[in-house]
């Protein structure tokens, strides 16, 4: 099963709401990814959780908020965000210590900030 | 900082032309994975290449690795409409899990 799940698959929310997206992947993987992705461009890396702990936060705006409950779930709480947020989040998942870090990608959740 | 030039950006075909894609880099990384995107759904992952000179073949999809492991290619032969999408290519550094991307190449093949 090479399967990352993602919920919702589209989300609109008003620039005051509070919201929040969920992965959740059963390969065993002890990395987790959150991306943002605009549109014919490459994903950006968010966060990187490995065994469960924050360790890269490519110096997001504190309006996204990452959590990892445990090694499967992943989530990203919303707040406050601003129109210019609207994109496709990704998630994604690797295993660690393997030189090669390929990294297995959910179906997205597209994000509109009204 | 690793960077990874990925090239054409975009590309537009009839279907049963071939192609090629490519990734340079000066960096030298451990491995080197290829990604296929459709509008609205997640990359899906293609290969990894991990020896250099490694040459991979997934039905009409060729891929190589350089020797020196800093670039890669996709070769298409006999390209077809189900082929469009956008092409990443993303390295692996030796240390740490933060893939190095490329720009993407998005790829229309018309019938």
């Known amino acids: 099963d090479t399967e990352v799940t993602q919920t919702p698959k589209h989300l609109v929310m008003g620039m005051t709401n509070k919201k929040s997206l969920k992965c959740e992947q059963h390969?065993?993987?002890?990395?987790m990814y959150w991306y943002k992705q605009k549109a014919k461009k490459p994903p950006e890396l968010m966060f990187v959780?490995?065994?469960?702990?924050?360790?890269i936060n490519e110096s997001v705006p504190s309006r996204f908020s990452p959590e990892c409950p445990n090694s499967s779930l992943l989530n990203l709480h919303l707040h406050a965000l601003q129109p210019e947020d609207s994109a496709l989040y990704l998630c994604?998942?690797?295993?660690?210590?393997?030189?090669?870090?390929?990294?297995?990608f959910g179906p997205g959740t597209r994000l509109t900030v009204t | 900082t690793q960077l990874l030039e990925q090239s054409p950006q975009f590309l537009s075909i009839q279907e049963g032309e071939n192609l090629t894609v490519y990734c340079n880099s000066s960096?030298?990384?451990?491995?080197l994975q290829w990604y296929r995107q459709e509008p609205g759904e997640g990359p899906v992952l293609l290969v990894t290449?991990?020896?250099?000179?490694e040459v991979k073949k997934l039905k009409r999809l060729t891929f190589q690795f350089g020797d020196a492991r800093k670039d890669s290619s996709l070769h298409i032969t006999a390209a077809q409409p189900g082929d469009t999408g956008l092409y990443l290519c993303?390295?692996?550094?030796?240390?740490?899990?933060?893939?190095?991307f490329g720009a993407g190449t998005i790829l229309r093949v018309k019938s």
């Open positions: 994604a998942s690797s295993p660690v210590g393997t030189s090669t870090y390929e990294q297995y």
């Open positions: 290449v991990v020896t250099g000179g």
């Open positions: 390969m065993g993987h002890r990395a």
């Open positions: 959780y490995s065994y469960e702990k924050l360790s």
């Open positions: 993303a390295g692996a550094p030796w240390r740490g899990n933060k893939l190095v």
């Open positions: 960096s030298v990384f451990s491995s």
